[in-house]
Structures are given as structure tokens and as C-alpha cells.
Antibody, heavy 116, light 108 residues
Framework: QVQLVQSGAEVRKPGSSVKVSCKAS????????LSWVRQAPGQGLEWVGG????????HYAQKFQGRITITADRSTGVDYMELTSLTSDDTAIYFC?????????WGQGTLVTVSS | EIVLTQSPGTLSLSLGERATLSCRAS???????LAWYQQQPGQAPRLLIY???SRATGIPDRFSGSGSGTDFTLTISRLEPEDFAVYYC??????????FGQGTKVEI
């Protein structure tokens, strides 16, 4: 059984950046990809980006291009999602999820609050 | 880029009733690449259906998926108390990008 454990809640000021981690255990996660999905308060799910093994590099949703970086540290089994130039619109719960195309295992979510 | 539009926004039903949720794609997609998720308040989403028709592990058979081309449907045959939640469709395609619909809330 795969488990994804994310880092804790973060509070950031507008214009700053945040880095959220996601550690996998209990399975061969690295055989598959990992997606990041966010959910603003009271809103729906939004795919932010992810790493899919058959593609050489991470892929990002168009709206985040230029201010998002997703990395995977294969030595530790931890994935990271860093978002820069934060605004209040980035306040959301950020989930990591195993990506097989669909996502069957999800992290618990990390609340990122952007406030002055 | 595929855009998924779900309807209705909210579905008000009673226990034991049948729920029919719609997901329309902006252009034709392969059925292999359409999924449905359930999200309870305060929880991560749960995969219900993949490849348009196939139930994920542990999903009760009252959940079923159908459709092709641009029109897909999630049906819950008889609503149980735990089924009142928000449901999302997702397209996952050949590209590494993923798209979600805006969600349908099923409420009592």
C-alpha cells in the first residue's frame, strides 16, 4: 500500500515562494509519476503539474509556467513542488498524488496560505 | 487543451434515489482516458472510475461509468449516506497534462 506524506501547513507573504514536499512509502512509487493538484477554498480541483516517468521532464499547467518547479529526489524518495511570486490567489490546499494517468493514492494535503 | 464541463452544478436527491452526473468534453476524447473521483469534505479525492467504465479497487457496484466521445456519465444507482459528496471528472490523455471538470455536488 502506497502512502504519501506531505509537509505541514505554510504561511507566506505575497511575492514570496513556498516549497512543499511529498514523501512516498510502502510501494514502488518511482515506477510511476507524481502529480500535484491544488484546491482553493470552496473551489474545485486544479492540476498544477507533475512528473511522468516516460517523459523526460516535469510538465506544468500553462497558468503556472515560469513560477513553478517540480523535482524528485530519487535518493530520498521525496518529491517537491515550489511555487514562486505568490499571490492571495495561490492560497489553497496542495495535494500530491501518484500518477498512473489516474491518481489512486493521495497525500493528506498541505495548506498554503498567502497573506500580508 | 481539453475543457471538461460538468452538469448539474448541484444535484439534490434523497437516499435510495438514482444520481446521474454528466461530464462533457470540449472535443472528443478516448474513453480510456476519462476518470471520476469522489471528494468528501476535508478529504483528498478518491478514484472511483477509470477508463470511463472500470471501477477502481474497492468501489461498490452501485457506481458505474458510461459514455464516449464528448459525453460521459457517472451513475450512482441507489444513493447511500456516504455518497453525498462532490464528484469530479478528469481527462488524462496521452500527454502528461491532466484536466479536471469543475465538479458536481450531490446533496440531500
Amino acid at each position: 500500500q502506497v502512502q504519501l506524506v506531505q509537509s505541514g501547513a505554510e504561511v507566506r507573504k505575497p511575492g514570496s515562494s513556498v516549497k512543499v514536499s511529498c514523501k512516498a512509502s510502502g510501494g514502488t512509487l518511482r515506477s510511476y509519476g507524481l502529480s500535484w493538484v491544488r484546491q482553493a477554498p470552496g473551489q474545485g480541483l486544479e492540476w498544477v503539474g507533475g512528473i511522468v516517468p516516460i517523459f523526460a521532464s516535469p510538465h506544468y499547467a500553462q497558468k503556472f509556467q515560469g513560477r513553478i518547479t517540480i523535482t524528485a529526489d530519487r535518493s530520498t524518495g521525496v518529491d517537491y513542488m515550489e511555487l514562486t511570486s505568490l499571490t492571495s490567489d495561490d492560497t489553497a490546499i496542495y495535494f500530491c498524488a501518484r500518477d498512473l494517468g489516474t491518481s489512486d493514492f493521495w497525500g493528506q494535503g498541505t495548506l498554503v496560505t498567502v497573506s500580508s | 487543451e481539453i475543457v471538461l464541463t460538468q452538469s448539474p452544478g448541484t444535484l439534490s436527491l434523497s437516499l435510495g434515489e438514482r444520481a446521474t452526473l454528466s461530464c462533457r468534453a470540449s472535443h472528443s476524447v478516448r474513453s480510456d482516458y476519462l476518470a471520476w473521483y469522489q471528494q468528501q469534505p476535508g478529504q483528498a479525492p478518491r478514484l472511483l472510475i477509470y477508463a470511463a467504465f472500470s471501477r477502481a479497487t474497492g468501489i461498490p457496484d452501485r457506481f458505474s461509468g458510461s459514455g464516449s466521445g464528448t459525453d460521459f456519465t457517472l451513475t450512482i444507482s441507489r444513493l447511500e449516506p456516504e455518497d453525498f459528496a462532490v464528484y469530479y471528472c478528469q481527462h488524462y490523455g496521452d500527454s502528461p497534462r491532466r484536466t479536471f471538470g469543475q465538479g458536481t455536488k450531490v446533496e440531500i
